[in-house]
């Protein structure tokens, strides 16, 4: 007699009986659909149909090295999807750059899916060694697929982006989590829970293991959203005082910002959108990565002209915080040092701090293993006068009228824990943590695809883990401000040229656990989770 399992069976089977190109068809259609979980379309519950299908098909391998290719397989249709935006960078000069654009769609999916091919290979090895079923089968890979994102994120200068957890981005009572355990911790929570499901296929002793696992999964993101509404109750509209930021967006094209002859008319541009009604108003007017189009060498006439253009456009008492690339002299070796940075100056057109960037785009800003490859046998993307160097890390600039605020630009606010300053540097006195976050950044180069929709989200992430808000000024989409529970609080969407004034939201009153600890709270749920996985077992 066939039982209401049967059907799922039979397709767990099915699956998992797969060889060859049906096999990886299978898996890369997986990952592919799990894609639309992230950021734009946030279908988080996609999840709980992907995650038991690629299990189902790892049970079928016949070895370690056939759940490798299964999960590379799924691992590469995801990233392909989800990345794909990566390659429209290159047709700004695609006479140029035309060979790479097989190695941005399909190459770094490659390398990414190693990652989950490994991770596959060693949840089969496990899985099979210690007999495990059900509820522990499904935490044993929550365990592994987390640690081999958290590997992703920090092996090779690392690629944090579109882990699991970012899909929460649009439900902002279970994203408060991110608070307490960080993206990583919240990737884990969901992978666990998604992967209960695919205990419903296998034998009927299984099955009720399974249904109590899938509850539990479902009741524990029910009161995570129930915590984060407590959370975020009452706060909306907090913000500190006397404190207006203005954002320039000018929405330049990238074509239009890489043509030298277009320099003076793009600065101007941004100038008269900086100097637009209500300007002598606000406390600081920010301008996205790279809005100077000119080298700035602090010192030079050309550099003083320049914080002269700005010092116009600068608000009373306040200042412009722009990103620019600049230059310096090396004083140990005596040569020329260029950084991708951001100045601040005051109305008096003085230079009130500078920050650089700290962590740096592999070969789009610097070259790896320059110094071993024959000499100009390849170049940087983006760094035409070479590779720029890397800053010393998370500051703190105190500018006084201004909380204490933490620059980041561009990539950097990917990277979880690694976005603010925790003390001052060498035991100074000094401003210590942030009380906001900026982020300066230059979407244009990935046009109006899902890319600039994802890097938003990744950046407003930070603000929830780290308890402050965040502004985030873009040369074109998404520009914004953040409060510290994730909520936009005013916005220029992708394509849009303007400015837009808005309140700078307070921070939490108290540091987040995730700010006090970082991934240290990760480290404590995987070894809960893992110390579950033995009496589950033994109660199979």
Same mark, same amino acid.
């Given at each position: 007699?066939?039982?209401?399992?049967?059907?799922?069976?039979?397709?767990?089977?099915?699956?998992?009986?797969?060889?060859?190109?049906?096999?990886?068809?299978?898996?890369?259609?997986?990952?592919?659909?799990?894609?639309?979980?992230?950021?734009?379309?946030?279908?988080?519950?996609?999840?709980?149909?992907?995650?038991?299908?690629?299990?189902?098909?790892?049970?079928?391998?016949?070895?370690?090295?056939?759940?490798?290719?299964?999960?590379?397989?799924?691992?590469?249709?995801?990233?392909?999807?989800?990345?794909?935006?990566?390659?429209?960078?290159?047709?700004?000069?695609?006479?140029?750059?035309?060979?790479?654009?097989?190695?941005?769609?399909?190459?770094?999916?490659?390398?990414?899916?190693?990652?989950?091919?490994?991770?596959?290979?060693?949840?089969?090895?496990?899985?099979?060694?210690?007999?495990?079923?059900?509820?522990?089968?499904?935490?044993?890979?929550?365990?592994?697929?987390?640690?081999?994102?958290?590997?992703?994120?920090?092996?090779?200068?690392?690629?944090?982006?579109?882990?699991?957890?970012?899909?929460?981005?649009?439900?902002?009572?279970?994203?408060?989590?991110?608070?307490?355990?960080?993206?990583?911790?919240?990737?884990?929570? $969901?992978? +666990?829970?998604? =992967?209960?499901? #695919? /205990?419903? !296929? @296998?034998?009927?002793?299984? %099955?009720?293991?399974?249904?109590? &696992? $899938?509850? +539990?999964?479902? =009741?524990?993101? #029910? /009161?995570? !959203? @129930?915590?984060?509404?407590? %959370?975020?109750?009452?706060?909306? &509209?907090?913000? +500190?005082?006397?404190?207006?930021?203005?954002?320039?967006?000018?929405?330049?094209?990238?074509?239009?910002?890489?043509?030298?002859?277009?320099?003076?008319?793009?600065?101007?541009?941004?100038?008269?959108?900086?100097?637009?009604?209500?300007?002598?108003?606000?406390?600081?007017?920010?301008?996205?990565?790279?809005?100077?189009?000119?080298?700035?060498?602090?010192?030079?006439?050309?550099?003083?002209?320049?914080?002269?253009?700005?010092?116009?456009?600068?608000?009373?008492?306040?200042?412009?915080?722009?990103?620019?690339?600049?230059?310096?002299?090396?004083?140990?070796?005596?040569?020329?040092?260029?950084?991708?940075?951001?100045?601040?100056?005051?109305?008096?057109?003085?230079?009130?701090?500078?920050?650089?960037?700290?962590?740096?785009?592999?070969?789009?800003?610097?070259?790896?293993?320059?110094?071993?490859?024959?000499?100009?046998?390849?170049?940087?993307?983006?760094?035409?006068?070479?590779?720029?160097?890397?800053?010393?890390?998370?500051?703190?600039?105190?500018?006084?009228?201004?909380?204490?605020?933490?620059?980041?630009?561009?990539?950097?606010?990917?990277?979880?824990?690694?976005?603010?300053?925790?003390?001052?540097?060498?035991?100074?006195?000094?401003?210590?943590?942030?009380?906001?976050?900026?982020?300066?950044?230059?979407?244009?180069?990935?046009?109006?695809?899902?890319?600039?929709?994802?890097?938003?989200?990744?950046?407003?992430?930070?603000?929830?883990?780290?308890?402050?808000?965040?502004?985030?000024?873009?040369?074109?989409?998404?520009?914004?401000?953040?409060?510290?529970?994730?909520?936009?609080?005013?916005?220029?969407?992708?394509?849009?040229?303007?400015?837009?004034?808005?309140?700078?939201?307070?921070?939490?009153?108290?540091?987040?656990?995730?700010?006090?600890?970082?991934?240290?709270?990760?480290?404590?749920?995987?070894?809960?989770?893992?110390?579950?996985?033995?009496?589950?077992?033994?109660?199979?």
């Amino acid at each position: 007699m066939a039982t209401p399992h049967a059907p799922l069976n039979r397709t767990a089977e099915w699956l998992g009986a797969l060889t060859g190109w049906r096999r990886a068809l299978a898996a890369a259609a997986a990952g592919a659909t799990a894609a639309f979980a992230l950021s734009p379309g946030y279908a988080v519950p996609l999840w709980w149909l992907c995650l038991p299908v690629l299990i189902w098909m790892i049970r079928g391998s016949a070895t370690a090295r056939g759940a490798f290719w299964t999960g590379w397989w799924f691992g590469f249709g995801h990233f392909v999807f989800g990345l794909y935006w990566i390659s429209f960078a290159l047709w700004v000069d695609i006479a140029r750059f035309w060979w790479a654009v097989p190695l941005a769609v399909a190459g770094l999916p490659m390398l990414l899916a190693i990652f989950t091919g490994f991770g596959a290979a060693l949840f089969k090895s496990l899985a099979w060694r210690w007999r495990l079923q059900g509820a522990a089968e499904a935490l044993l890979f929550a365990v592994i697929w987390t640690a081999m994102e958290w590997l992703r994120g920090h092996l090779f200068t690392g690629f944090p982006w579109n882990l699991v957890g970012y899909g929460w981005s649009a439900w902002l009572p279970v994203l408060q989590f991110a608070s307490v355990a960080g993206i990583y911790g919240l990737s884990l929570l $969901t992978v +666990a829970a998604a =992967a209960m499901p #695919a /205990a419903f !296929a @296998g034998p009927p002793e299984r %099955r009720r293991q399974a249904m109590a &696992g $899938t509850a +539990a999964g479902l =009741a524990l993101f #029910a /009161a995570i !959203a @129930g915590w984060g509404a407590w %959370r975020m109750a009452g706060t909306e &509209g907090r913000a +500190a005082e006397d404190v207006t930021i203005r954002i320039v967006q000018p929405n330049i094209s990238q074509k239009m910002k890489s043509d030298r002859d277009a320099r003076l008319a793009n600065f101007q541009r941004l100038l008269q959108l900086s100097s637009s009604a209500g300007w002598d108003k606000v406390t600081a007017v920010v301008w996205p990565e790279t809005a100077i189009p000119w080298l700035l060498v602090e010192g030079e006439p050309f550099t003083l002209s320049v914080t002269e253009a700005l010092a116009s456009v600068t608000p009373p008492g306040g200042y412009i915080l722009a990103g620019t690339p600049r230059a310096t002299l090396d004083g140990e070796t005596g040569g020329t040092r260029y950084w991708n940075g951001m100045v601040a100056v005051d109305s008096a057109g003085h230079l009130a701090a500078t920050y650089d960037k700290f962590h740096l785009v592999p070969f789009g800003e610097y070259m790896p293993f320059r110094s071993i490859l024959p000499a100009g046998a390849v170049s940087a993307v983006a760094a035409s006068a070479g590779d720029y160097a890397a800053g010393p890390g998370p500051r703190t600039l105190d500018l006084p009228g201004l909380p204490p605020v933490g620059p980041l630009i561009c990539y950097e606010v990917i990277f979880p824990g690694n976005v603010a300053a925790s003390v001052a540097p060498d035991g100074a006195e000094g401003p210590g943590r942030p009380a906001w976050l900026l982020n300066l950044t230059n979407d244009a180069w990935y046009g109006e695809t899902s890319g600039p929709h994802q890097h938003f989200d990744i950046a407003r992430v930070r603000a929830v883990e780290e308890g402050v808000p965040l502004v985030r000024a873009a040369n074109t989409g998404i520009s914004g401000i953040v409060d510290p529970y994730g909520r936009i609080t005013a916005s220029l969407g992708l394509g849009r040229e303007g400015v837009v004034d808005a309140a700078l939201p307070q921070a939490v009153p108290d540091a987040t656990l995730y700010a006090q600890y970082g991934d240290w709270t990760l480290v404590t749920l995987l070894l809960f989770l893992s110390c579950l996985i033995v009496p589950l077992a033994r109660r199979m």
